[in-house]
Each structure stands twice: as structure tokens, then as C-alpha cells.
């Protein structure tokens, strides 16, 4: 699935900071304009700040510096070098570099990259990332643009942000602030119309660029070879057009500082023979009628490409790839060729610009930093096109049938064949994870439409709050709860006799020895239960419990958490390791919840097929190609959770504050008989995690979701998530295929079938919305798919 997010950073600077970011996030390629709504039907927009950051600006200067340096010392040609100067906008003291090595420069590299993912994780930014993570899959396709003034912060390179090592199918591209669309006509080329300008060659090899452009395929390329500018100019205008301007040879940026106030200005130069250099602005009417005849993107394969990028932007042309600085000659070799295969063979640019630039990682014994030089500079106004889209723009106009054809007549059974085949590769396309971020997706938003239920009146939460920590029980505490404020809560709890107590605090010290009641209490209660954390890895190592508390009465506080820290499963029970700090093979909640299902003489035990029986109840066991769920750390017992909304997630059940309760402020019937679990529901406790309801929570309301689930499924009959087996999923998907293989089928007009299959769409939603209702998670993605899918094929080969 393809999805855009623009950064704009306004017009801030790292020595300022960015008062007013705004990023938005579009769900689907737009049909013409990134920015019209009516082109979106979905689209976030989301607030936030940036901190000045002048150690990335220093860093960023350290970095430019020894980049020169260690190819001053390999003696590797990298363009113009004597027309290469640092910016002015940045001193660079080079009177205490007196050695360099790669491992100093690497070593900035990192302290860069560090640099810039806590930058981006300013507290005030971060709930941008936790929103576009909730709303992103790991296998999203995704473009990401920068808008930004600051001649600087383009030269950044945003590619290292951690943003883009978790999800692997996105890149990123600059943008000016302010853009237009540009007004183009299609050219009347059946190819692929390529205008390749290989300028002053002076020590570098453009004929591998040449070579490189001749074996495209579908495409015609007209060379020129160190022009004139009166040649450049005339084969700019020509009529019929061209799709794509590549220039290798010798490029490069001066500064300029212009006005009262200094503003920086860059300007770029096409070195277009030894003799000859040209600005943007001398080759302006003559681009301007290139974009306007259908110029789609410019590649420029030379040294410190920014200044030109920047220019060009200006005239609105689409898309532009360059090199951010200096570039060795085998680099922007083995780049176009990376990049043209890709490309060429179908992949979108962005990912075909990412493929590229990462496959240069290879190259940087011999050239450090070879995989940051690359970069896209986008208008948001247009679309980012495919090697198709340039290929086979008017064939589509110039090829269409002289004569009626007749339909293809189709029978019953190869209907049904064809359902068959569209089944089987979407639930083979589903197996390998590719819709699991779509079906999280699908679930979250049909289980946003239940009906709501009331609140659980078995449990009671205790809150502890910013204004609990100033209590004067609270002092002199370790952690979130004083051994005064819990020994009282306790006392005050057990006097109207609770089922069971939970506390979702951390406790791996001892009581403190003034208080020996406590000590006991803790060590001889039945009723209470406390937390611990199993060991993940030598980064995690885990969390002890209580030294009090005895192993049946631990329960850990792990959870199973989705990508986004969204939670949908509910993780019963775990095998620990040996060596981990918390031993208990219970969750807290599966802990709790048992307890208190003792008093009806409900036990627990496991069937002969390893399944978790909870008196007449089995819970099935959530594992990997599971429902919606293919790829998932499935260790563990782990089960769907079945979330309480009344109204929301937050209410499952009835809540009330540690002051409250030391201040006899709490009915006893809302404690006796109850289970009571006690956490901190502050932001800095760390521990809240997504909702499907796009909301967040405490860690204490996600175990009360969990308690409430178990008993209300034992005691009251509450339906458990569970799906369909995977026959049963294929049939379900093949069903679905089948009405929209019959539809086509059956209606040859187009409005009567657009209907059926509008009607035919709103059935699945609907069915699958009664059915999520009964307990039943089914595919609606895949078979939404499948329904389009088989139904388009079959219109399709009806006229072809």
C-alpha cells in the first residue's frame, strides 16, 4: 500500500529550532494533486516543535570536512574540485586537522545518525512518530518529503533517521515550501524519450553513463556530447518532447550572499563542455518547454548537485535525482546502473532511488560516505512516476481497437476457476504477511463500531497519580509507593475483604525494617499478588518480584505488542528462562483472574491437545498464520484480547486514587468482593501502550482489560476472539471471489454491476461486522481483494 507523509518544517533553523512542524499523512496515491483532499479520502494532519539542535550543525560541518579530507588523501577524482568551497554559512576550523582516518570518520557518522534519532525524538515530536507508526506498516510503501528553506537542513541526510531502518520500502525526498503544479502535455512518443547530455568529461568516464543508457529498454535516447549551448537549446524545444533529462559530466554550487540582511542564495553550473558553463537561469525558456511538453524527471549525475536541484524546483518540474556533494566517478556510475535496472524493470522511483543508494554501501571501503550522496527532490504538487507510466503514456491513447471487439464468452465453471486461482494467490500473498498491516488495520476499525458494553463491576482500579506522589504517606519512598502508603492501602483494602489485589509496581527490594507488619502481610496474604518482568535479553535483562511474595502468588507484567506498541493479544502464560529474575509462568492478570475463579470452584487445567481450559472454557491458542496475524513472535500462550469499551477502553472498569482510599473516601462496596488492582497511571511511568480504539493507556487498565476478559468469559459467557481455521479462511475468501466473479458475470452494463458490487461490499462489511460481534475475527481484507480482484479479471477477459 502506498502512502506519502510531508514533513514541513516551516521556517525554522538548528540554531533556532522549529517553532511549528506539520506533518501530514496520506493513505492513497493521489490522482493528480498530493494536497487536494478531494484526491484523499484519507488524510491526518498532525502538530508539533523541534528543538534547536547545534550539535547536528556542528557535527554536520566535521562530517563535510573530513569527507574532503580523506579524498584529498585517496587522490580519487571527484568533479571540480576547484570549484568546490565550503559553505559559507559554515566554519569549518581546518587548522586542527592534521590527520584523518575512516575510522574518525565513520565514528562521526554514528555520533550524526545518534544525533539526529534523539533529535526526532523530542518529546514534542514524538507523538507524531507513535501516530505515523499506528498507521504505517512495516511493508508500506512509503514516500516521505521534507519541505524546508534552509539551505542546510537539505543538505542533512535524513535517510539515517531510524524512521527509515524500521520500515525498509521508504525514502526520502526534498521539497521547497512553496510549489505549483506545473501545466504539461503528453508527448507523442510511444518510448521512453530520454535527452542525455554528457558534458565536460575533463578526467572522469562518461561513455559507462552512455553505454548504461543505450541497453534501456522500450526507450530512445539522444546523446549529445559536450553541446554547445545553441544545440542544448534547440533539442530543449523540440517538439515532440522528452520524459526524462540526464547530464553526467562536471556540475557545481557557489553561494552568494545578496541583500541588507545576508540571505544565502545557491547557484548551480552545468558544465556543458571544457569551455562552457550554464546556469538554470540561461537555460530557463528552453526547460520551461521541456516541462511543459512532459519532462517528468532530471537526472543529474555529477558533483554537489543541490544548488541545481533547487533551481530547477523553481520551474516546478517533477522530480530530480542528484548528489547531495562531490561524487567519484565509478560512484555515480554504479549508481545510474543500480538505479536504471530497478527502475526500468518496474519498481517505483523511490524505491528504486533507495535500492540504489543502499547497494553503494558496498563501494565505501574505497569511497566512504558513497551511500548519502544520493537524493530526491520532489514537488509534492505531481505524481512520482514508473518506468511504465513514461513508457506507455500514449499507447494507451494510440492503440485502442479500430474496430468493436466481442465480448469473450465466459461459462460458470471458468468463473469459479478463476475465483480459485485469485484465492489461492491472495491467501499465498496473505501467508507471507504482505496484507497483515491492512487486517490489523480492518480489525481495529470494525472493533471501534461494537456496541458498547457497561463496566465490570467485579474490579476496582487504584490509581496513583501526579498528586498521589506529593501525599505525605508518599515520602521517603522507593519507587511509585512508599512502604507507608502501601502498608495503609492494604490495611484499608482488606478490612472490606477484596477477592484479590494486584499490584502493578515494580517492587524488587525488601520492605524496609520498620515496617514488619507489612513484611508479614505480604508474605502470608492469599489474596495478594504482585508483578515481575521475564527476562528478554542480555538488553532486558528483567525484573525481580518482591522478595516477600512467594512464586504462586507472581504474575509477570510482560506483554505481546504489536508494531506501533499497539496491543491486540493478550499473553496468558510464558515459559521463563532459567536464568531470568522472574520465574512465574502467569501473567498478573491470568494470575488474578484465577484466584478469584477458585471461589466458585472453577479450575484450570490444560487439554490433551496443550490448550488452556478455564472450567468449561477453552482459550485457543493465538500462534503465526493465525487470522490477520502471519508474522508475530507467537512464544508464549497467547490469546486475541477481547476489549471491554464502555465508552471507551479507559472504563472497563471503576476507577479511584490512592488519596481516595487513605482517605476513606471509597464506598466498601466497590471493594468488597472485588478484584483490586493498583497501578501508576502517569505519563512518566513508561508503561502505555496503543488501543485499537487509537487511543493510549496505563499498564494497570490494559490488566484490568485482561481480568475482566477471562472472567467474563468463564462466569458470563462473553465470546473470546477466534478465527476461522485455514480451510475454513479459504473457503470464506473463496466464497467472496466467487459473488464478484458472478457479478461480472451476470452484468454487462456498468452501472447495474458498480451497484452489485457496492451492495456486494457493504454485505462483507456487514457480515463481517455481525460476525466480530459473536467472537468471529474473518478476513474482510482478502476478500474485499478477492471480490474486486475476480470480478475485475472477469470484465476484463469478457472484452478483451
Not at 102 to 110: G, L, P, R, V
Not at 362 to 368: A, I, M, R, T
Not at 506 to 528: H, I, W
Not at 758 to 763: D, H, K, S, V
Request: glycine share 6%; net charge negative.
Amino acid at each position: 500500500m502506498s502512502k506519502l507523509v510531508i514533513f514541513n518544517l516551516g521556517r525554522g533553523t538548528l540554531q533556532e529550532g522549529f517553532p511549528f512542524v506539520t506533518v501530514q499523512l496520506f493513505w492513497d496515491q493521489p490522482s493528480k494533486n498530493h494536497l487536494q483532499q478531494e484526491s484523499h479520502p484519507k488524510r491526518s494532519q498532525f502538530q508539533g516543535s523541534l528543538p534547536a539542535a547545534t550539535e547536528i550543525y556542528n557535527l554536520y560541518c566535521r562530517w563535510q570536512l573530513l569527507y574532503d579530507l580523506l579524498y584529498e588523501a585517496r587522490s580519487i577524482n571527484i568533479g571540480l574540485r576547484q570549484q568546490q568551497q565550503h559553505d559559507d554559512d559554515i566554519e569549518i576550523d581546518e587548522v586542527d586537522v592534521t590527520h584523518v582516518s575512516d575510522a574518525e570518520f565513520y565514528q562521526i557518522c554514528d555520533q550524526l545518525q545518534n544525533q539526529i534519532d534523539n533529535w526526532l525524538d523530542y518529546d514534542d515530536f514524538r507523538h507524531i512518530d507513535r501516530q505515523l507508526r499506528v498507521q504505517l506498516a512495516p511493508d508500506d510503501e512509503i514516500r516521505v518529503i521534507i519541505q524546508t528553506e534552509d539551505n542546510f537542513l537539505r543538505k542533512l541526510p535524513w535517510h539515517i533517521w531510524r524512521f527509515f531502518r524500521d520500515y525498509p520500502q521508504a525514502e526520502v525526498a526534498l521539497s521547497a515550501i512553496e510549489f505549483e503544479p506545473g501545466i504539461q502535455t503528453k508527448n507523442s512518443a510511444p518510448q521512453v524519450r530520454i535527452l542525455a547530455i554528457l558534458g565536460d568529461s575533463t578526467g572522469i568516464d562518461v561513455d559507462a553513463d552512455r553505454r548504461l543508457l543505450s541497453r534501456l529498454p522500450d526507450a530512445k535516447t539522444v546523446f549529445l556530447v559536450e553541446p554547445k549551448r545553441q544545440q542544448l537549446d534547440e533539442l530543449l524545444w523540440h517538439k515532440q518532447g522528452w520524459d526524462i533529462l540526464f547530464f553526467a559530466g562536471h556540475s557545481s554550487t557557489t553561494l552568494n550572499v545578496a541583500g541588507e540582511d545576508g540571505d544565502i542564495t545557491e547557484t548551480g553550473y552545468l558544465y556543458i563542455n571544457p569551455t562552457e558553463r550554464l546556469t538554470v537561469t540561461q537555460l530557463k525558456n528552453a526547460l520551461k518547454k521541456a516541462i511543459d511538453g512532459g519532462l517528468q524527471l532530471a537526472i543529474f549525475n555529477s558533483c554537489d548537485g543541490l544548488g541545481l536541484a533547487q533551481q530547477l524546483q523553481d520551474l516546478h518540474i517533477p522530480q530530480i535525482i542528484v548528489m547531495r556533494f562531490p561524487v567519484p566517478d565509478r560512484v555515480a556510475q554504479e549508481f545510474l546502473k543500480h538505479f536504471l535496472k530497478e527502475f526500468a524493470r518496474g519498481k517505483p522511483l523511490y524505491l528504486a532511488v533507495r535500492e540504489a543508494r543502499e547497494k553503494l554501501q558496498g563501494l565505501e571501503s574505497d569511497f566512504p560516505g558513497a551511500s548519502w550522496l544520493p537524493v530526491i527532490c520532489q514537488n509534492p504538487a505531481e505524481m512520482s512516476p514508473t518506468w511504465k507510466v513514461l513508457r506507455d503514456k500514449i499507447k494507451e491513447e494510440h492503440q485502442r481497437p479500430s474496430v468493436p471487439q466481442r465480448s469473450r464468452k465466459l461459462n460458470f465453471t471458468a468463473v469459479l476457476i478463476l475465483s480459485f486461482l485469485v484465492t489461492s494467490l491472495l491467501m499465498g500473498v496473505r501467508w507471507l504477511g504482505i496484507l497483515q498491516g491492512w487486517e490489523l488495520q480492518a480489525f481495529d476499525h470494525l472493533l471501534q463500531q461494537r456496541p458498547l458494553e457497561k463496566q465490570d463491576n467485579r474490579i476496582l482500579i487504584v490509581t496513583i497519580t501526579e498528586e498521589d506522589f506529593q501525599l505525605k504517606e508518599q515520602q521517603h519512598r522507593v519507587g511509585s509507593l512508599s512502604d507507608l502508603a502501601l502498608a495503609q492501602l492494604l490495611e484499608k483494602l482488606e478490612y472490606y475483604q477484596p477477592r484479590a489485589i494486584g499490584l502493578d509496581i515494580y517492587r524488587y527490594f525488601p520492605v524496609n525494617s520498620k515496617y514488619l507488619d507489612l513484611a508479614s502481610r505480604l508474605r502470608e496474604s492469599d489474596r495478594f499478588f504482585a508483578i515481575c518482568e521475564a527476562r528478554e535479553s542480555d538488553e532486558k535483562p528483567g525484573i525481580a518480584p518482591p522478595p516477600e511474595i512467594p512464586i504462586e502468588r507472581q504474575g509477570f507484567s510482560d506483554f505481546a505488542v504489536d508494531p506501533g506498541r499497539v496491543l491486540r493479544r493478550h499473553l496468558i502464560a510464558l515459559q521463563p528462562s532459567s536464568i531470568s529474575p522472574c520465574t512465574t509462568p502467569y501473567a498478573l492478570s491470568a494470575r488474578l483472574a484465577f484466584h478469584y475463579l477458585e471461589s466458585f470452584g472453577i479450575s484450570v487445567k490444560y487439554t490433551q491437545q496443550g490448550d488452556l481450559q478455564v472450567g468449561k472454557v477453552v482459550f485457543p491458542q493465538l500462534r503465526a498464520h493465525t487470522g490477520g496475524y502471519q508474522k508475530i513472535d507467537d512464544r508464549g500462550y497467547q490469546i486475541l484480547l477481547n476489549y471491554r469499551s464502555s465508552p471507551s477502553p479507559r472504563e472497563v472498569a471503576e476507577r479511584v486514587s490512592l488519596k481516595d482510599v487513605l482517605t476513606d473516601k471509597v464506598n466498601p462496596d466497590a471493594i468488597k468482593n472485588r478484584i483490586i488492582l493498583i497501578g501508576v497511571t502517569t505519563s512518566s511511568a513508561g508503561d502505555d501502550f496503543f488501543t485499537p480504539y487509537n487511543s493510549e493507556m496505563s499498564g494497570v487498565i490494559f490488566h484490568a482489560q485482561m481480568v475482566s476478559q477471562i472472567i467474563s468469559t468463564v462466569l458470563d459467557g462473553r465470546p473470546l476472539l477466534w478465527v476461522l481455521p485455514f480451510w475454513g479462511e479459504f473457503f470464506w475468501v473463496f466464497g467472496w471471489s466467487c459473488v464478484g466473479g458472478i457479478i461480472a458475470w451476470r452484468f454487462r452494463k456498468i452501472l447495474p454491476c458498480g451497484l452489485a458490487f457496492g451492495f456486494a461490499i457493504l454485505g462483507l462489511y456487514g457480515v463481517s461486522y455481525c460476525l466480530l460481534i459473536q467472537g468471529c475475527w474473518v478476513a474482510l481484507v482478502p476478500s474485499a481483494l478477492a471480490l474486486v480482484v475476480t470480478g475485475g479479471s472477469v470484465r476484463i477477459i469478457r472484452n478483451w
